[in-house]
């Protein structure tokens, strides 16, 4: 917790602080991030997602520690897993107890049918999470399941949704290590931006054309980036030099 505390605050402050989002913290190590706060004093609050990792039952307890540490914590997102079958019932207490102005994400479970959670989802006033990798094979969607999911998210007026997980490089590549092929958030770009147009998402989320998914990106009109910022409004990289960097060699920053 302290080092990962210090690498945020040094990015916080560093030159490339517009590109950094919320800090992540699972809700059952609130305390330790708390006692962290507590010692570096921040000149003002940490903006936080929570992500509950305690279950649904656990959520008013960790909203209501985050929010009597105001002075430190200002919370902005609530993350949390859905269970195999998205009902209604659960949605409605998800936001029964998330406040109004904290960002809901709730991740449906890929599988059968879960492009029907991802629009209950949706229908509830939340974001849906899409999981891009993890550690083991079944972890990484295919193109076309992110095709789909992107395809449900666009065609909802006025949605959003973040990404996560494995996206710490720009465009789409082979691990040498694990031999696991990774999405790239550059081609999450560019797809979000081709399935608001129309255009070809498939061959988007496909290619491996550093150059021409960042020409792509560069030429958007101020109008198409806004609508691509709204609906892929935020993504999860466990990495904050790798995401900079990839864009500086890309000259995208």
């Known amino acids: 917790m302290p080092e990962a505390l210090r690498a945020h605050f040094a990015s916080r402050s560093g030159e490339h602080s517009g590109v950094l989002g919320v800090f992540l913290c699972q809700a059952s190590r609130l305390p330790e ?3 962290e706060l507590i010692k570096i004093k921040p000149k003002e609050p940490l903006p936080l997602s929570l ?3 305690t279950g649904l039952g656990g959520v008013p307890k960790a909203i209501s520690i985050v929010e009597s540490r105001s002075e430190i914590l200002a919370l902005r997102m609530v993350e949390m897993p859905a269970p195999s079958d998205v009902d209604e019932v659960w949605l409605e207490r ?3 107890f998330v406040p ?3 960002i809901r994400v709730v991740e449906p479970r890929r599988g059968v049918g879960w492009l029907d959670g991802v629009r209950k989802v949706i229908e509830h006033g939340s974001w849906p999470k899409i999981r891009c990798g ?3 094979g079944e972890n990484f969607p ?4 992110v095709a789909d999911f992107l395809s449900v998210v666009s065609g909802s007026a ?3 949704f973040k990404a996560t997980n494995s996206l710490h490089r720009a465009v789409r590549h082979t691990d040498e290590t694990s031999g696991f092929t990774h999405h790239g958030f550059l081609n999450l770009i560019v797809a979000s931006a081709r399935s608001l147009s129309g255009g070809d998402v498939r061959a988007a989320l496909e290619s491996t054309d550093s150059a021409a998914l960042a020409a792509e990106a560069k030429g958007m009109s101020e109008p198409a980036a806004k609508a691509v910022r709204g609906l892929f409004a935020s993504y999860a990289a466990a990495s904050f030099d790798e995401p900079v960097a990839d ?3 890309l000259g995208l920053l």
Not at 142 to 145: I, Y
Request: proline content about 0%.
């Open 33 to 35: 991030l708390i006692t």
């Open 51 to 53: 992500i509950i990792d």
């Open 94 to 96: 998800v936001s029964e």
């Open 100 to 102: 109004e102005d904290v």
């Open 134 to 136: 993890g550690k083991a």
């Open 142 to 145: 295919s193109v076309d399941e």
């Open 158 to 160: 006025g949605a959003s």
């Open 247 to 249: 864009l500086g060699e």
